[in-house]
């Protein structure tokens, strides 16, 4: 099992220095979201910049996957906003474009997306913005794994597999799972989901989380018995990264990344 942690978890940190806290810590990669204080994918001289990342991820030893969730970096006013789901979808295209040719550069596993908030009408308008940024990373030779989101057009597991068809079934389109999602909604136990996406699971995010709660929470503080979930993520055949997603937590990042890995280090012991 690798296990990873996000950045977002890590906003009061200069990237360098997360990705070191990280390393030092003992996690085997890092989830990466591109945004104003972390390789910011709009600002100057992109190329540098990115370059002295992977040289960092390099020496550090650590994997990467990229996430594209950052909250104003788009609009200083409105979080995550726009979206897929807006009526000018424009800039959260290029910041996915922008977010593939990153992973590309940085030989990321994965670039992880999601839908937005939406009415069901607007399904049409998604699918064509997912098939834009497909194409992208199939010229980029870059995986995607698109994340259901509560409360987003694409809630669930059942919402991707439509999507995943509404596109076409493309190769490289694969799922990235939260675990704590699967908690806060999903009708399956938490393994039985892991299971259920084995065959298009490219990317995992875990965390802890309550039944009908869209909230991540530090491990130990929700309702999901962990031993089964990475039980389950080893019968699936998944050998990506396994990246903690705390991103209410920068506080507090260096302590809880150390007692999160210790959490899961325990875990997949029990599991064993």
């Not at 550090?60 to 969730?69: D, K, N, P, Q, S």
């Not at 999507?163 to 190769?171: F, K, M, N, S, V």
């Not at 389109?173 to 996406?197: K, S």
């Amino acid at each position: 099992m690798r296990f990873g942690y996000g950045t977002n978890g890590f906003t009061n940190h200069r990237l360098p220095e997360a990705l070191r806290v990280i390393a030092d810590l003992g996690y085997d990669g890092v989830a990466l979201t591109l945004d104003t204080n972390h390789l910011d994918p709009f600002g100057a001289d992109l190329a540098r910049r990115t370059a002295a990342v992977a040289s960092d991820l390099e020496r550090l030893g650590l994997a990467v996957v990229i996430e594209t969730g950052a909250r104003y970096l788009l609009d200083p006013w409105l979080k995550h906003s726009p979206t897929l789901m807006d009526d000018d979808p424009a800039r959260r295209l290029d910041y996915l474009r922008r977010a593939v040719r990153v992973g590309a550069d940085l030989g990321a596993e994965a670039v992880s997306f999601w839908a937005g908030i939406g009415p069901a009408h607007a399904w049409d308008r998604l699918v064509d913005g997912c098939r834009q940024v497909v194409d992208t990373a199939a010229e980029a030779r870059v995986t995607l794994g698109f994340e259901p989101e509560p409360g987003m057009l694409v809630n669930d597991i059942a919402d991707w597999r439509r999507l995943y068809a509404d596109l076409g079934r493309p190769p490289g389109f694969g799922i990235t799972l939260d675990i704590g999602h699967c908690r806060c909604l999903e009708p399956q136990p938490v393994p039985d989901c892991v299971l259920a996406v084995a065959d298009h699971l490219v990317n995992v995010q875990i965390d802890d989380m309550r039944r009908g709660v869209h909230e991540h929470l530090e491990f130990g503080a929700g309702e999901i018995d962990f031993p089964p979930v990475l039980a389950a993520l080893d019968a699936a055949g998944y050998r990506g990264l396994v990246s903690v997603e705390l991103p209410r937590h920068s506080h507090a990042a260096p302590a809880v990344a150390a007692q999160s890995l210790d959490f899961l280090r325990k875990a997949a012991d029990e599991h064993a």
